[in-house]
Every structure is written in structure tokens, then in C-alpha cells.
């Protein structure tokens, strides 16, 4: 692959572990080790970016229900489902760890966590 002129070359340090690791993943991806690293990293960039457009929205969604003054309506079943799949793949990304703070959040603002 022929580097474009925007492109900048870095030199990366590894542990042993972590090198073998990536070496198999890219051998079994058929590519070479800086360009599975190179799409890793890109790909990790891409869903940090809908995670946090997801987030934002689940904030939107947070601020409205708590200012709103009014008995909340019935959420119609589809939306229900958008609703959880959303935070089920959400969590996915965030991971255990992620998720564990974001329930100790909501402890700390007084709301129950869904588990």
C-alpha cells in the first residue's frame, strides 16, 4: 500500500504477549500487523463516536423525564424495545467496567439502576 502524503509513520512498542496476540489476529485476517492495528484502532475510534452519540441521547432522554411535570405517558411497546436494545448494545460496547460506574452514578443521583 502505497503511503499517502498525509499519512504519518509511528513506531509502536508492545509487550511480548500483546505482539503475539495481534500477530494472530492479523494472520488470521490475512493482513499485515501494522494494518490490522491501523483498522483496530480505527474501528475502536468509530464505535467510542456512537457511544457517545449514544450517550448523549440517553442524557437527552434522562433530562426530559426528570423535568417533566406532568403523569409520564404509557411508552408504546416499539419503544420500549428501541429503548432496551439501545441500552443492551450499549452496554455491550461499554463493557462491565463502564457499565459498573454508570450504575454507581445513577446510586449517587438517588435513581435505582436497572439490572
Not at 509502536?12 to 483496530?40: G, I, N
Not at 468509530?46 to 433530562?63: F, K, S, V
Request: proline share 6%.
Amino acid at each position: 500500500m502505497p503511503i499517502r502524503p498525509e499519512s504519518v509513520i509511528l513506531q509502536l512498542r508492545l509487550d511480548a504477549t500483546a505482539h503475539a496476540r495481534y500477530s494472530r489476529e492479523a494472520a488470521s485476517a490475512r493482513k499485515p500487523l501494522a494494518t490490522y492495528l491501523r483498522e483496530l484502532l480505527e474501528r475502536r475510534n468509530a464505535l467510542e463516536d456512537r457511544l457517545a452519540t449514544i450517550e448523549h441521547a440517553l442524557e437527552e432522554l434522562a433530562a426530559a423525564a426528570t423535568t417533566r411535570q406532568a403523569q409520564p405517558a404509557k411508552t408504546p411497546a416499539s419503544d420500549q424495545a428501541v429503548i432496551l436494545e439501545m441500552l443492551i448494545v450499549l452496554r455491550q460496547l461499554a463493557g462491565p467496567q463502564k457499565a459498573d460506574l454508570a450504575q454507581k452514578e445513577l446510586k449517587r443521583r438517588g435513581i435505582a439502576p436497572w439490572s
